[in-house]
């Protein structure tokens, strides 16, 4: 939902929020890719 606000909105504050969202989604992401790697778990993709 954030990504679709990002791709269609218009105005810097509502885009703001939705932006920190897919941030800290795609650091939480990479953190769990890099823990599971460790883990010498496949990740899936």
């Not at 504050?13 to 890719?33: G, H, L, S, Y």
């Amino acid at each position: 939902m954030a990504e679709v606000k990002l791709e269609h909105g218009t105005d810097d504050e509502t885009r703001d929020m939705p932006q920190k969202i897919v941030d800290a989604q795609k650091k939480d992401i990479a953190e769990m890719t890099a823990m599971l790697d460790r883990m010498g778990v496949e990740v899936p993709e």
